[in-house]
């Protein structure tokens, strides 16, 4: 009986724009990241931006939209945290 090949991961190398790039997205709160999508998304959706500032929209909304996951994901792991004593304890991010 033949088994289906394991499936292929491919990792991707962190490169020095990706490092900038998550500092860039450290400093910015849920908050400002979801006020800077929604103004992206009524920009994109209006139809009045050319192909090219549409693409480069996009290309952002996405990297907030992947900001905004995460701090989600953090303060949820933040939330399972809470001790028998009701005290939120410091959630430590090991990425």
Known sequence: MLSAPAPVVFMSKKTKADDQQSSIFEALSF???MTEL???V?????????????LAAY?????LVQH????????EQ???ILTESNQLQPYNDTK
């Not at 009524?42 to 549409?54: M, N, V």
């Not at 290309?59 to 990297?63: L, P, Q, Y």
């Open 31 to 33: 908050e400002a990241a």
């Open 68 to 75: 905004c996951q995460q701090s989600l994901a953090d303060v």
């Open 42 to 54: 009524a920009q994109i959706e209006s139809g009045q931006l050319p192909l090219e500032q549409s």
């Open 38 to 40: 929604e103004s992206l």
């Open 78 to 80: 933040q939330v399972r």
């Open 59 to 63: 290309k952002r909304g996405s990297e």
